[in-house]
């Protein structure tokens, strides 16, 4: 089945309305929103990851791995536009989003098992993002041809998840270690707070695309949906093929379902000047993956009421 849009209109031609101060502003939300997770986040957490490697592993395994792997093999039946099968190798690169804590509590998943899984993906993803998308992206010969057009530094990808992922981590759970009283505090105002300045920056994008949207997304509807959803199936069969209990198996899901669609969008604009079916792509993930989850969520936590 092609994907191919028949429309003459140029794919990559299209510009999403983000200019450079609204990517140092997201740039500065996602860091902020990382800080916040850290907030919550001890060296106990770890430890009790460490303890139970099993359900560490499955983790990243379904995440890092096979989400890729899959991504790849769903690209080569479906075949979709070249700059759209190298947005979806990269939403597959990167890792959860934050919401998906907030998604696995709601969904009465193992809260504690996201938020250590977001803290041990944020740290593996300055090395495996990079790694993933450069490594399936050149598989592909689409997608190799885009990859060879632009210079795509891994040592400027490395630092630039540093600075808006790993630095704010390691601050956030370095506050939380010797100010532990003061975390807590700003833990309970700052991680609402910028979880809202992030859906109201995703808010206020899409309000200034909202023709590009219209006007285009038949285009990536059915890709957002389907790579999302399947997904979410991914975690939540590999997790159940380890036998690992309910809450983690729905937790596990979630992770591997909830993909970083701002990181994604940042990378795309830092690197592929914001190449159109990949910014477009990752732009209407942004949008959707907060619906699914939260639509999942509130599914589970209504199925499994206790």
């Given at each position: 089945?092609?994907?191919?849009?028949?429309?003459?209109?140029?794919?990559?031609?299209?510009?999403?309305?983000?200019?450079?101060?609204?990517?140092?502003i997201?740039?500065?939300?996602?860091?902020?929103?990382?800080?916040?997770?850290?907030?919550?986040?001890?060296?106990?957490?770890?430890?009790r990851?460490?303890?139970?490697?099993?359900?560490?592993?499955?983790?990243?395994?379904?995440?890092?791995?096979?989400?890729?792997?899959l991504?790849?093999?769903?690209?080569?039946?479906?075949?979709?536009?070249?700059s759209?099968?190298?947005?979806?190798?990269?939403?597959?690169?990167?890792?959860?989003?934050n919401?998906?804590n907030?998604?696995?509590?709601?969904?009465?998943?193992?809260?504690?098992?996201?938020?250590?899984?977001?803290?041990?993906?944020?740290?593996?993803?300055?090395?495996?993002?990079?790694?993933?998308?450069?490594?399936?992206?050149?598989?592909?010969?689409?997608?190799?041809?885009?990859?060879?057009?632009?210079?795509?530094?891994?040592?400027?990808?490395?630092k630039?998840?540093?600075?808006?992922l790993?630095?704010?981590?390691?601050?956030?759970?370095?506050?939380?270690?010797?100010?532990?009283?003061?975390?807590?505090?700003?833990?309970?105002?700052?991680?609402?707070?910028?979880?809202?300045?992030?859906?109201?920056?995703?808010?206020?994008?899409?309000s200034?695309?909202?023709?590009?949207f219209?006007?285009?997304?038949?285009?990536v509807?059915?890709?957002?949906?389907?790579?999302?959803?399947?997904?979410?199936?991914?975690?939540?069969?590999?997790?159940?093929?380890?036998?690992?209990?309910?809450?983690?198996?729905?937790?596990?899901?979630?992770?591997?379902?909830?993909q970083?669609?701002?990181?994604g969008l940042?990378?795309?604009?830092?690197f592929?000047?914001?190449?159109?079916?990949?910014?477009?792509?990752?732009?209407?993930?942004g949008?959707?993956d907060?619906?699914?989850?939260?639509?999942?969520?509130?599914?589970?936590?209504?199925?499994?009421?206790?």
């Amino acid at each position: 089945m092609l994907l191919k849009t028949d429309s003459p209109i140029d794919i990559d031609a299209i510009r999403i309305n983000f200019s450079t101060d609204s990517l140092w502003i997201l740039n500065i939300a996602l860091a902020v929103i990382m800080f916040g997770v850290a907030l919550g986040i001890t060296l106990d957490d770890f430890r009790r990851l460490i303890k139970k490697p099993k359900i560490l592993l499955v983790g990243i395994f379904s995440q890092f791995f096979m989400l890729p792997f899959l991504t790849f093999l769903a690209i080569l039946v479906i075949k979709p536009h070249p700059s759209f099968a190298l947005g979806m190798m990269m939403i597959a690169a990167c890792p959860g989003g934050n919401v998906s804590n907030f998604f696995s509590k709601l969904g009465k998943g193992n809260a504690a098992l996201s938020v250590s899984l977001t803290a041990f993906a944020t740290l593996i993803c300055i090395v495996m993002t990079p790694f993933n998308l450069q490594f399936w992206g050149s598989l592909y010969e689409p997608t190799d041809a885009i990859l060879k057009t632009v210079e795509l530094d891994p040592f400027e990808l490395f630092k630039l998840v540093s600075l808006i992922l790993g630095i704010p981590l390691i601050l956030g759970m370095l506050l939380r270690h010797y100010k532990d009283v003061m975390a807590r505090k700003i833990e309970k105002i700052l991680k609402p707070f910028s979880m809202l300045v992030f859906i109201v920056l995703i808010a206020i994008a899409f309000s200034e695309n909202v023709d590009i949207f219209t006007e285009h997304i038949h285009h990536v509807l059915f890709l957002v949906i389907f790579h999302n959803i399947f997904a979410f199936l991914i975690g939540f069969y590999i997790a159940k093929a380890f036998g690992l209990e309910k809450k983690d198996v729905k937790t596990i899901s979630m992770e591997t379902g909830i993909q970083n669609g701002g990181l994604g969008l940042l990378l795309i604009f830092g690197f592929f000047g914001g190449l159109g079916g990949m910014a477009l792509l990752a732009a209407f993930w942004g949008v959707w993956d907060i619906f699914s989850g939260m639509t999942l969520a509130l599914y589970w936590s209504r199925r499994d009421k206790d």
